[in-house]
Antibody, heavy 121, light 107 residues
Framework: EVQLVESGGGLAQPGRSLRLSCVGSGFTFDDYTMHWVRQAPGKGLEWVSGISWDSDTKDYARSVKGRFTISRDNTENSLYLQMNSLTTEDTAFYYC??????????????WGQGTLVTVSS | DIQMTQSPSSLSASVGDRVTITCRASHGIRNNLVWYQQKPGKVPKVLIY???TLQLGVPSRFSGSGSGTEFTLTISSLQPEDFATYYCQKYNSAPFTFGPGTKVDIK
């Protein structure tokens, strides 16, 4: 069974940093591109960042580019999101999601349960 | 960047109604579109991918159509468990933008 489990969320002050983690199991982690998606409470879904299986390609939403860094460690089946210079607008549930590996259907087929990041003074 | 819009933003419907939700892309994305259903407190669930392919296990009352810039999600006969928010998303290339969502609630 595919599972994605996020951790690392919590309360942070504006301007500070947090690092999120996501551990995958039940599939061959290094075969898949992985993504982060966030959802502010009561709001819609926002794609944040994605990373290819080999870390060669990293993409970011304009709203986080230059502040957030995505990375992965395939030996640990883990995906990370380093979030710096946090603002109140970064308050959201953060989900990690797996990109389906079957060409050309590259939608996000499995999602974790999410971890809540609250940015507040 | 390609923008995704949805209409309506919300709708009220009754059990048994036929419901149609539209998603538009500001530029063509061929059929690289997925529809998700999300219930409060839950993770998004894939309904349709490739604009029209039903995800395994999803009831056949859900269907999708369209290509290029205009797409529709149709629920042929709304059931009580279908009251939720529906999102479209493009997945051909970054940024993998979501539509703003359509909330379907009980009339």
């Amino acid at each position: 069974e595919v599972q994605l489990v996020e951790s690392g969320g919590g309360l942070a002050q504006p301007g500070r940093s947090l690092r999120l983690s996501c551990v995958g199991s039940g599939f061959t982690f290094d075969d898949y591109t992985m993504h982060w998606v966030r959802q502010a409470p009561g709001k819609g879904l926002e794609w944040v960042s994605g990373i290819s299986w080999d870390s060669d390609t990293k993409d970011y939403a304009r709203s986080v580019k230059g502040r957030f860094t995505i990375s992965r460690d395939n030996t640990e089946n883990s995906l990370y999101l380093q979030m710096n210079s946090l603002t109140t607008e970064d308050t959201a549930f953060y989900y990690c999601a797996r990109r389906n590996g079957i060409y050309p259907y590259y939608y996000f087929d499995f999602w974790g349960q999410g971890t809540l990041v609250t940015v507040s003074s | 960047d390609i923008q995704m819009t949805q209409s309506p933003s919300s709708l009220s419907a009754s059990v048994g109604d036929r419901v149609t939700i539209t998603c538009r892309a500001s530029h063509g994305i061929r059929n690289n579109l997925v529809w998700y259903q999300q219930k409060p407190g839950k993770v998004p669930k894939v309904l349709i991918y490739g604009a029209s392919t039903l995800q395994l296990g999803v009831p056949s009352r859900f269907s999708g159509s369209g290509s290029g810039t205009e797409f529709t999600l149709t629920i042929s006969s709304l059931q009580p468990e279908d009251f939720a928010t529906y999102y479209c998303q493009k997945y051909n290339s970054a940024p993998f933008t979501f539509g703003p969502g359509t909330k379907v609630d009980i009339k």
